[in-house]
């Protein structure tokens, strides 16, 4: 009996293995008689050991939820209900490397760094990191890590500038602008090869028209001191000289318009007005020698008032049209006088307005409506006829500019007598000579004839037109 008074200390991990039933099977059959079971050698009383498996599995229990919820901070009692663990500490280990408040006891409660630590952060919310400056006095720094690497363009050879360059020049002269030429050529490595720019550009002018070498001097003036040095543009109108002799092969008249080219760039600043000066008495090559007197002449005629910018004269589209009209009108007038049709269309086509052709028909009909006589009758008829049949005027700048005449014969027919009559002869020879189709023919306008109402005319119409 000694035993069973003595207090037995056992450990719950022996119980694990045991069963969940507190009862043996003569107890469930209600025997009275105390059962003794065997542990470790000794005999314990059967209330012990059912005392032992209850606190074996509320621990258990308790371990199983503490673990569970220990991130919520609830735990389970003895008897199953839910307890706030607020004023205790969760039992898992789990719940400790999880809970990221201070270990030590000390501080608010506050998370640790201030909310940046932990795995996978990167830093508090909203923070901002600056480049890092590299320390060469690092042990671990590395030139060939840290290094930077720029984009080097290689320098172009004389076959590949004239490869590269010449599309953009080629577009150039169909766009017109400067800007973008100057972009380009920065983003290319010219190297050496600067001053070949403008001896491309002035050579592939001098196969094309007027208004291509008007737009060249203008965009040697803009690559000036941008691109190309003003040393490096002296060099190329030097090269430009020894290469007389094998642009006259393409271009016989290449040493008037080099001449025309130094003129103009001495007169935009280009080159030093001592430029000329510095070739007297030492030049051989004949056609180099004309360029040269080219340039003089035209630089001493700007001395007496002509502009240095008109070297070129007037054409394209960028004229004012206050301009063109003044140079059609000088057209036929020296057609007038010469009586050359050549000429007068290699002149028209020199101007570049294709679009402004129906000016030049209109101008034909009004002069032939105020002259008195039938030789500005029949060279305008002539003129007309030709320009159709080389199609130097198109369908549609024939018809605008009869039309023009036919909206404004009222008003011509104020300073003009008979121009109505006039017009009606012009407008036959054109359509019988096929200058103009039958419909257009037939919208020429014709004065109403007037009706006599005084006494005696019998209702007779004046033949004469007004």
């Known amino acids: 009996m000694e035993v069973e008074n003595e207090q037995i ?19 469930e059959n209600g025997g009275s008689e105390e059962i003794k079971a065997e542990v470790n050698g000794n005999w314990i009383p059967a209330s012990s050991l059912n005392e032992a498996k209850i606190n074996a599995r509320a621990k258990r229990r308790f371990r199983k939820n503490s673990s569970r919820d220990s991130g919520r901070g609830d735990s389970v009692s003895d008897n199953g209900e839910a307890v706030k663990s607020g004023l205790t500490e969760p039992t898992s280990p789990k719940g400790k490397f999880l809970d990221r408040r201070s270990r030590s006891g000390k501080g608010r409660g506050l998370p640790k760094k201030g909310g940046a630590g932990g795995k996978g952060v990167w830093g508090t919310p909203g923070q901002v990191y600056d480049v890092e400056e590299v320390d060469v006095k690092d042990p ?19 076959r590949a500038f004239e490869k590269t360059l010449t599309p953009i020049l080629q577009e150039y002269f169909e766009h017109g602008d400067t800007n973008e030429v100057v ?22 002018s001098l196969e094309g028209k007027a208004s291509h070498r008007e737009m060249t001097s203008k965009l040697l003036s803009d690559l000036c001191r941008t691109v190309v040095s003003t040393s490096d543009m002296e060099k190329s109108f030097d090269m430009l000289l020894k290469e007389l002799p094998e642009l006259v092969l393409d271009s016989p008249r290449a040493p008037q318009l080099v001449g025309q080219f130094i003129a103009r760039a001495v007169g935009d600043g280009i080159l030093c007005s001592t430029y ?6 030492t030049v051989d090559c004949v056609q180099a020698r004309a ?22 004269g007037s054409g394209g589209g960028q004229q004012s049209v206050k301009h063109l009209v003044k140079e059609i009108d000088m057209l036929l007038k020296e057609y007038l006088l010469s009586g050359d049709v050549s000429e007068a269309e290699r002149c028209l086509q020199e101007l570049e307005v294709p679009h402004f052709h129906h000016e030049l028909v209109y101008e034909a009909i009004v002069m032939v409506l105020e002259s008195t006589g039938e030789t500005t009758f029949k ?10 049949t080389s199609t130097v005027i198109t369908l549609d700048q024939m018809k605008r500019g009869y039309e023009r005449v036919y909206r404004e014969i009222p008003d011509i027919n104020l300073d003009v007598p008979h121009s109505y009559s006039m017009l009606e002869r012009f407008v036959e020879e054109c359509f019988q000579a096929g200058i103009i189709s039958k419909p ?9 004839r007037k009706r006599f109402v005084s006494e005696g005319d019998g209702g007779r119409l004046k033949l004469e037109s007004y």
């Not at 590395?142 to 050879?157: A, F, G, K, M, W």
């Not at 060279?379 to 159709?388: E, F, I, P, R, T």
């Open 9 to 27: 200390y056992i450990n719950s991990t022996e119980f694990d293995h045991l069963s969940d039933t507190p009862f043996s099977g003569d107890d």
């Open 291 to 312: 360029a040269l007197d080219r340039a003089t002449v035209m630089l001493s005629m700007t001395k007496g008032g002509k502009r240095i910018d008109s070297v070129w």
């Open 183 to 204: 972009d380009m050529l920065r983003d290319l490595n010219l190297g050496e090869m600067k001053y070949s720019v403008p001896v491309l550009a002035v050579s592939l």
């Open 379 to 388: 060279m305008m008829l002539d003129l007309l006829k030709s320009l159709w």
């Open 276 to 281: 000329i000066d510095s070739y007297k008495g």
């Open 440 to 448: 257009l023919r037939d919208l020429c306008p014709s004065r109403g």
């Open 140 to 158: 671990n720094y590395d030139d060939d890590q840290n290094c930077v690497y720029e984009t080097v363009v290689p320098p172009l050879d004389e």
